[in-house]
């Protein structure tokens, strides 16, 4: 090959290179321009932030959930008759129940101390209760007398009762607000994977420790005061400090949950745009909330509407019996004649629950709300069906023992899917900024009412009626869910909490040159895409915060 021809194919192969390189670059130049794009809330330091805080709010919300199951796991000692202390069985009724009687009270308050001293001291102030309701508890058997110590006992219960009612809509209004619409989701279902969570462990220990409920008392009380400790560091959301006109405070917060450096002096334009945005928000809430009447508010088409939505589908949600088989998981099991331990059951039902909450976040927002509850509703109605048809027919069904285990299982993924954490998950998104508080506790409220009530009848209904047609009517109830869920339940998902309050007032998610015309957003203004620079904030700009 001679030395010319040679050097055409260097420089042939050279031009190739330089080519395939300006390519590479050019890739590399789409995919930081990509990453540039991506809002200050949804990038890593922000999100580990936002999910760090979160995961800390919710470690209280544990100890409610190893209220709700601690009857499950201890009435088996506390009726035993060969024990020094024995409950009879209306004492274990009310033992049993007495929490869930105090849960509307909790719901009631939480919506006044959220609008008053915040979100995150009313997270604080329902830990100290659960500290009190738990301590009681472990210390009740210090009395000498029968009847102190019961009496101790159902005060401790009260008093958890009441952390109950507060804990579930706190830490979700608190996730809610901190967060973008696209990670939002993940954040509220913090507070179903904390109660998850509890309940499990509370099988858990009932499992390992099987004749002691004054050692599951205590383990129960130190895991509480860790909880309580882990409340403080927790920032306040910037909505609530911006609405109560504590404005550097805001700024300060916001700073935290979208990533940056609390001294950092650097003019940020898509900070500043959604800083803003959160106070325009809160001086309309702020205006309206003190021109309007408590009348005027409930009368108002964005307020009573989701309010009457969201206590009926409480209403759907306590009458399945979702609750039911939580508190009395070993009791039902016994009932529905499963072939294993009745506790190792209970484990079993606690083990699917959160698994299932774990994956809650990706089905919302890749099915949206509405296909998850529906499909819920659907699945519970067949598994609760399944086991009254074991009842009614037990020879037939014999031939299949695991089948009783199965469907209490499946009931438990069903309902987690949407029916049992649907509720809770919605409160912090249908209500206006300047009512969520007090609307989402008496939502609350009165789904605990339901469930106080509930809780309390099923031993007399299934007295009465027998195990499998109680079995019958959760499954009715289910049954009826499925066209309210699909009919009346809005679907929320990527929408902002203006859209959907925008929603309520007209009928009809509004589209985005609706927003841009109303001088709303239509996504967060975080969400701009060609907001920011590579840290979202223009350097070039000085401004002191």
């Given at each position: 090959m001679?030395s010319?021809?040679w050097?055409t194919?260097?420089?042939?192969q ?11 670059s ?11 794009t991506?809002?200050?809330g ?6 580990w ?5 979160v ?21 088996g ?8 202390f024995c409950?009879?069985?209306?004492e274990?009724s ?5 929490n ?6 909790g ?5 006044l ?21 738990w301590?009681?508890?472990?210390t ?8 102190a110590?019961f009496i101790q006992m159902l ?9 109950i ?5 706190p ?5 809610a ?45 130190v895991?509480?005061?860790?909880s309580?400790?882990c ?17 550097e405070k ?16 650097s ?12 106070k325009?928000?809160?001086e ?13 508010a ?8 989701p ?8 209403a ?24 294993i331990d ?16 774990f ?7 890749k099915w949206g709300?509405k296909?998850a509850g529906i499909?819920s ?13 074991s ?11 695991p ?7 499946l ?6 899917m ?15 900024q300047?009512?969520?508080g ?7 409220s ?5 469930s106080?009530a ?9 007295a009465?009626m027998?195990?499998a047609n109680v ?9 009826i ?16 909490l203006?859209e959907?309050e925008?929603?309520f007032k ?6 985005p040159?609706?927003?841009a ?10 969400h701009d895409?060609?907001?920011?620079d590579d ?8 401004k002191?915060?």
């Open positions: 001679s010319d021809r050097e194919i260097k420089l042939e050279n031009g190739k290179k330089q080519a395939s390189d300006k390519i590479c050019g890739l590399d130049r789409s995919q930081k321009k990509e990453k540039k991506k809002p200050l949804e990038r890593r330091k922000a999100v932030r936002q999910q760090l805080m995961l800390l709010g919710n470690t209280g919300v544990m100890g409610a959930g190893m209220a709700v199951a601690l009857p499950s796991v201890t009435l000692q506390l009726t035993d008759e060969n024990e020094e409950l009879s069985q209306e274990a009310w033992f049993s129940s007495i869930t009687m105090a849960c509307p009270l719901g009631l308050l939480v919506g101390l959220m609008d008053r001293i915040g979100r995150k001291n009313t997270i604080l102030v329902t830990d100290i209760c659960g500290v009190l309701g301590g009681l508890l472990a009740a058997s210090l009395h000498n007398e029968r009847s110590i005060i401790g219960r009260f008093i958890s009762g009441i952390m009612g507060l804990c579930v809509s830490v979700g209004v608190y996730s607000e901190i967060s973008l619409p696209r990670i939002r989701g993940r954040l509220i279902l913090g507070t179903s994977i904390g109660l998850a969570a509890g309940i499990l462990f509370m099988y858990v220990l009932g499992y390992f420790i099987r004749n002691d409920w004054q050692l599951i008392s205590i383990i129960s009380t895991h509480q005061v860790i309580t400790l409340v403080l560091p927790m920032p306040e959301t910037p909505s609530w400090l911006m609405q109560n006109g504590y404005t805001a700024r300060r917060s916001l700073k935290y949950f979208r990533g940056l450096n609390k001294n950092d002096v003019y940020c334009e898509e900070f500043e745009n959604e800083l803003n945005q959160i325009r928000t809160s309309q809430s702020r205006n309206t909330a003190q021109s309007e009447s408590l009348w005027q409930v009368k108002a088409p964005e307020v009573y509407k309010l009457l939505l969201m206590i009926g589908f409480f759907f949600q306590q009458c399945s019996g979702v609750v039911v088989v939580v508190v009395f998981a070993v009791q039902i099991a016994t009932r529905a004649g499963v072939s009745p506790v190792l059951c209970a484990v079993m039902v606690g083990v699917a629950r959160i698994i299932t909450t994956f809650m976040s990706t089905i919302f927002e709300r296909p499909i509703a659907a699945g519970m109605t067949v598994c609760m069906l399944l086991l009254a048809a009842g009614w027919f037990p020879e037939p069904f014999a031939k299949a023992p089948l009783p285990v199965v469907c209490i299982v009931h438990i993924v069903f309902s987690t949407g029916l049992l954490t649907l509720p809770f998950f919605m409160i912090s998104e249908v209500f206006p300047r009512v969520r007090s609307a989402s506790g008496f939502s609350v009165f789904g605990l009412i339901i106080f509930v809780i309390k009848i099923y031993p007399t209904m299934e009465v027998g195990t079995f019958a009517f959760y499954g009715a109830v289910s049954a869910a499925v066209p309210f869920i699909c009919f009346l339940i809005p679907e929320t998902r990527g929408r902002t203006l959907i925008e929603y007209t009928g009809r998610m509004p589209l040159n609706e927003m015309a109303l001088g709303k957003p239509h996504k967060n203004l975080a895409e060609d907001a920011g840290e979202g904030c223009n350097e070039s700009f000085l002191s915060t």
